[in-house]
């Protein structure tokens, strides 16, 4: 079965930092473009950062370049987002997604609160 | 950066067709994908490349485009359907993805 598990989540003061982690399982990851997209509460689907399937290109929302950092260990079938300097505005679940430019797989959500 | 509009809200009677639509500029050039978010769940792919649908999706999910609109059509629509849905492309100048705002959909 294919899936995909985040990890990482919590509270976080301003500025602070949180690595998220998504295992995944069921496909071959390394052939897999993989991207990780928000949803902060009550609002719609953001997009935040997508890596290649060998993971030797990146990309990122203009809301988040400079902060965040996407990466993959294809040895261990896992996805990385490294968040720093968060912002209040950063609260959402974040979910991985299996991205064939349709996301045809998604993890189940990790949440991250940023308060003081 | 590209937009996609969807329209807030859709409301549809049991039994009935519901039609949600997802506008943007030349998005009959794009391939266009919808998914379904049931609330405290994670989103479902429900249509890929504009008219695909993946295994698993019941066959009352349609999508199309013309013009400058796509339309994901739910036909026979049920209760278990009530949801968000979301349309979105690769925006392929800027280099990723891009949501349409969501639509919820009420089943009366």
């Known amino acids: 079965e294919v899936q995909l598990l985040e990890s990482g989540g919590g509270l976080v003061q301003p500025g602070g930092s949180l690595r998220l982690s998504c295992a995944a399982s069921g496909f071959i990851f390394s052939n897999f473009a993989m991207s990780w997209v928000r949803q902060a509460p009550g609002e719609g689907l953001e997009w935040v950062s997508s890596i290649t399937g060998s993971g030797d290109s990146t990309s990122y929302a203009d809301s988040v370049k400079g902060r965040f950092t996407v990466s993959r260990a294809n040895s261990r079938n896992t996805l990385y987002l490294q968040m720093n300097n968060l912002r209040v505005e950063d609260t959402a679940i974040y979910y991985c997604?299996?991205?064939?430019?349709?996301?045809?797989?998604w993890g189940q959500g990790t949440t991250v609160t940023v308060s003081s | 950066s590209y937009v996609l509009t969807q329209p807030p809200s859709v409301s549809v009677a049991p039994g009935k067709t519901a039609r949600i639509t997802c506008g943007g500029n030349?998005?009959?050039?794009?391939?266009v994908h919808w998914y379904q978010q049931i609330p405290g769940q994670a989103p479902v792919l429900v249509i890929s490349?504009?008219?695909d649908r993946p295994s698993g999706i019941p066959e009352r999910f349609s999508g199309s485009t013309s013009g400058s609109t796509a339309t994901l059509t739910i036909s026979r629509v049920e209760a278990g359907d009530e949801a968000d849905y979301y349309c979105?492309?690769?925006?392929?100048?800027?280099?990723?993805?891009?949501f349409g705002g969501g639509t919820k959909l009420t089943v009366l």
């Open positions: 979105q492309v690769w925006d392929r100048p800027s280099g990723h993805p891009v």
């Open positions: 997604a299996k991205d064939t430019s349709a996301m045809d797989v």
């Open positions: 030349d998005i009959g050039r794009k391939s």
């Open positions: 490349y504009d008219t």
